[in-house]
């Protein structure tokens, strides 16, 4: 698995939320978002099977998490435009944000190769954790979340991508 790896701080990248580009540092201050900086992106899409699996619950997490908790879908998928994932998100009734990144840098950054790969990093800027959103039986990035919120160490830090 290329990319960054876990304890390694992340670069600043940058993305587009609702047709406005936003970097990762931005992001990281926007108080609306984020109380002390920590974001969770998972990487998904409107045409993948795998995605509708997870979305209800990471729209779920995002809710539970507001304003503590950047909770981000990433779509870093080559053709998809704001105007069909706006659409699509409306349709499934989704409130969480979407970001948009067409050139896939992120995905590269981050090592992944498959969308509901999730990252989970805190407020200095450390990846904590990165991959599966969850499974039957461990919620793996709400535990990540909860771990980084506590100042604690996240017991699970990667586990195998899944999509």
């Not at 409107?46 to 997870?54: E, I, K, N, T």
């Not at 998809?80 to 050139?103: C, G, N, Q, W």
Request: a neutral charge; aromatic letters at 8%.
């Amino acid at each position: 698995m290329a990319g960054i790896e876990i304890g390694q701080v992340v670069p600043d990248f940058e993305v587009t939320i609702d047709g406005k580009s936003r970097k990762f540092t931005e992001l990281q201050k926007d108080k609306t978002l984020t109380e002390d900086g920590t974001l969770v992106f998972t990487f998904w899409c409107s045409f993948c099977h795998s995605c509708r699996d997870v979305e209800a619950d990471l729209d779920k997490l995002a809710t539970t998490y507001k304003g503590r908790v950047g909770v981000i879908a990433l779509d870093a998928s080559a053709g998809e435009t704001a105007e069909a994932v706006a659409k699509f998100a409306a349709k499934k009734k989704l409130s969480i944000p979407i970001a948009l990144d067409s050139r896939a840098a992120t995905a590269d950054l981050f090592g992944v190769r498959t969308t509901t790969t999730t990252v989970v990093i805190d407020s200095k800027r450390v990846l904590r954790y990165r991959g599966r959103f969850s499974d039957d039986e461990h919620a793996y990035a709400e535990n990540a979340i909860v771990a980084v919120l506590a100042g604690s160490d996240v017991v699970v830090k990667q586990t195998a991508h899944r999509g």
